[in-house]
């Protein structure tokens, strides 16, 4: 069983206000990831992390922001939520061993902006 | 670059019948590839993943997958479907070098009838 949490669930919020997104893990992982996820589309990599205090972006364009001050703590931050960024959320970490790593994803927050 | 095409987005089956779902991937090299099914409300789980070695690989929960190199898929197969096997299936490609991280298709939803 992964131990890979997200909180919250899912949130509705207004046009132009900040959220942060948690993902917590427990296993030590050095990697981890954000992901957007649409219905019927394929998984969107957003931002990733090699460990403390490396963050990158990832393919799809986002507003978006992240910070790894600790292993097991990679927030998402949206400065400024627009009804664009409506879609689902997961977070994943994994080993880092040089390629072909399994990914540990939580369960995702749902987001809805109105 | 890597990429996963899922040519099925939808695939429908009667409990205890066979279940194929195609992948096909591009990558210049041998790529990494995985599985991983996402149940409804929760994050993806993996199923079975191929490095090298043995083309035909066993995963969790009845699974299996087989890598033809000359044909670039990786289709995951299920001898008799249960009706808790309707899930999303996605397929991953990973490759070595730059940063190690998959790139996922657009998955398959498998619906399954009693």
């Known amino acids: 069983e992964a131990d890979i949490y997200q909180t919250p669930r899912y949130l509705v919020i207004g046009t132009g206000k900040k959220i942060t997104l948690e993902c917590s893990q427990t296993?030590?992982?050095?990697?981890m990831y954000w992901y957007q996820q649409d219905p019927g589309m394929e998984l969107h990599l957003i931002h990733y992390?090699?460990?403390?205090?490396?963050?990158e972006k990832g393919d799809l364009s986002s507003e978006s922001t992240v910070s790894r001050i600790r292993t097991e703590h990679f927030p998402l931050t949206l400065e400024s939520a627009r009804p664009s960024h409506t879609s689902q959320y997961l977070c994943?970490?994994?080993?880092?061993?040089?390629?072909?790593?399994?990914?540990?994803f939580g369960p995702g927050t749902r987001l809805l902006v109105l | 670059a890597q990429s996963v095409t899922q040519p099925d987005i939808h695939i429908t089956v009667s409990e205890g019948a066979s279940l194929e779902l195609r992948c096909n991937y591009s990558?210049?090299?041998?790529?990494?590839l995985f599985w991983y099914v996402q149940s409804p409300g929760q994050g993806l789980q993996l199923l079975l993943k191929?490095?090298?070695?043995?083309?035909l690989v066993q995963g969790i929960k009845g699974f299996e997958a087989e890598f033809k190199r000359s044909q670039s898929s990786f289709n995951l197969r299920k001898p008799s479907v249960h009706w808790s096997d309707a899930a999303e299936y996605f397929c991953?490609?990973?490759?070595?070098?730059?940063?190690?991280?998959?790139?996922f298709g657009r998955g398959t939803s498998l619906i399954v009838h009693p």
């Open positions: 994943a970490s994994s080993e880092a061993t040089g390629g072909g790593e399994t990914q540990y």
């Open positions: 296993m030590g992982h050095d990697k």
């Open positions: 992390s090699y460990g403390v205090n490396s963050t």
């Open positions: 990558y210049g090299a041998t790529p990494y």
């Open positions: 191929y490095f090298s070695g043995d083309t």
């Open positions: 991953a490609v990973g490759a070595l070098g730059g940063s190690y991280i998959p790139t």
